[in-house]
């Protein structure tokens, strides 16, 4: 199964470039040309008829005009009931003549292709390429967004467990970046996909000759058969007028609308199609064949008479063009061509955030070094080369540290500091090399970093904004502040401690924009912090929002604090400093993990991570903080149940359970197949 679903995602994301840019071009066109019933009217005014009368002018009146204002035959005469449209007629040549039903006279000529709806039908039908496979074309991708597009994108977005589809419907509010645009592109196409494939494969069956016969042979059906009854002598009108009456007649009633097409070299008799105020919708069309000299019906077959495949075809049509259900499936149809160039627009910005992702890390100096803390130095970072990146508040950088790890430490900057990054680093009593290599640095020294990511971001539905930190939590909470002071959004800063000479930041949070906005709790104990805490946020403030950095007992304290008070989930953010307790909470087993892509199978000690276990073996794999806070070493199941202990993944991407972070989560069972 991973294999095909490697191969799905594959297909998806180079026809989605590629094919499926073709696809919102046809969406895009055909979004314009289902709004033509009702704007037609507004953009040519000469398809309304000034003026109203009792007595409209004959057809045979109209059609001898029209011969004498264009040259080439008259293909067809197009009517509605409204009293207030005009009457066309179309020509071979694809001119189209607008009449006033009264007088008869002249309001409009001009080709099928012009006017705000006319062009634009015309790239629709990629009219622009030869008429014997612009069809084809447009049905071939028609079929790629049908099978790939929608189909492909169902069966890899598909969640795994019951519980996985709740989460998998829902937009995740508290993602950002590329995650967000993940997100949303594939909740949107879930919804968006049954009207999808509906779309699509209407448009293969009109697209394809091959495909109409297809249906016709399965149904059993046979086409319509047109009668030839005698020609009209030369010289003499054919009798329009005649068989219009005699058509309303036989149906009992006025139709909504109609089409005659006079006789021809090809066909003799004078072709009535109309469609009836019962019918079901404006594609259904009931046929009459009148005499040419006298107008009488030779033959008449309404829609309930045709073969089923016909009748299955006209139904075809009205999906396809968003005719059946009235102004709700007209709108609905008009929802999912909008949704196609939604699912265009996100899945090229998620492609694109992935390669910028993937981008050389940026060359920076150390410009300066301050001492915050005892323990705590900031770092202010200038480019070297290439101008730094924009970031919001609450990112963070990936900093390559000379000799040592990979690490992350938060931006502190405010919104107007675009020419350099400033961190804060903590060393570390027990510290593999991240805070001891960082604070050995020197001013002039050269780094590598990653381009800012946030996993942390400011939620736009925040109106007030309590910010709790302890300790160097404070970090991301400083960026957010100067953010939020910056935008005049009423914020209130919280920081813990355990003495005042500890805290970083004094100066920076007693000066404007921050002063008067910090409360600082100073060297409170375990018992203490919980009423604080109460006391802080008994009341939530009217479109409050908490976010809250620290170590990961505070963390749990707050956690406790502010759902006893009555916060909503989604009105709670945090970010880890610390490895979570939950990362070495719970039983550790031997567990056998199999590589889906090689089929080596390893045995995962008790007391050893998968991530050390895969490289161990030699198997490539990214890693950076390795206590399941930053995401970097994330790893796709194919198949196992995940013992999730990380604090980085959202409740959905648990809930789905095709994602871990093997640095700190282990397996419930014995066994896990990973994407390696």
Known sequence: MSRIKRFATFTHLWFGLTVGLLGCFLAATGGWVLLRPQGDAIANTYLVSPTRCATPTSFDGILKTARGVHASPVDSLWWKADPAASLMVRYKDEQQAYFDRCDGHLLGLHSRWDGAFGFIEKLHRLRFLPTDIAGQVAATIAACMAVVMAGFGLFIWWPRRRSAWKPALRFDGSLDGRARTRNRHSVVGAFAAPMLLLIAATGVVIGFDSVQAFIMTVTGSKPLH??????????????????????????GTLPRTATLKPPSAKQSAIE????????????????????AATGSIVQATPYARLSLGQRIYQWILGLHQGAVGGLFGQLLTLAAMLAILYLGYSGVRSYVQKRLGKRPPLLVRVAAIRDEAPGIKSFELTSVGRRLPRFAAGAHIDVHVPDGPKRQFSLTNGPRQRDRFTIAVRLEDESRGGSRGMHKLVPGQELRIGAPRNLFPI?????????????????????????????????????????????????????????????????????????ALSAILANRPVGGHLYMCGPDGFMTAVDEVVQAAGWPARAIHREHFAAPLAASAGPREAIEVTLARSGRKLLVAADESILDALKAAGVASSSSCEQGTCGDCALRVCAGEVDHRDHFLTEAQRQRGDVMLPCVSRARGRALTLDR
């Open 272 to 291: 009535i199609y109309y469609n009836l105020p019962s019918d079901a919708h404006r594609e259904i069309r009931n046929y009459a064949y009148a005499e």
């Open 459 to 531: 939620d736009r539905a925040t109106r007030h904004a309590t910010l709790i930190a302890a300790g160097i939590g404070i970090t991301p909470i400083l960026s957010m502040a100067r953010h939020l002071a910056a935008r005049r959004v009423p914020f209130v800063i919280h920081y813990f401690g355990r003495d005042a000479e500890g805290m970083a930041f004094r100066d920076a949070l007693a000066e404007p924009p921050l002063a008067g906005h910090v409360q600082t709790h100073v060297g409170l104990g375990r018992a203490a912090i919980p009423a």
């Open 226 to 251: 047109k009668p030839r009854p005698a020609a009209l002598p030369k010289g003499r009108p054919a009798a329009v007028d005649a068989a219009w009456r005699n058509v309303v007649a036989l149906a």
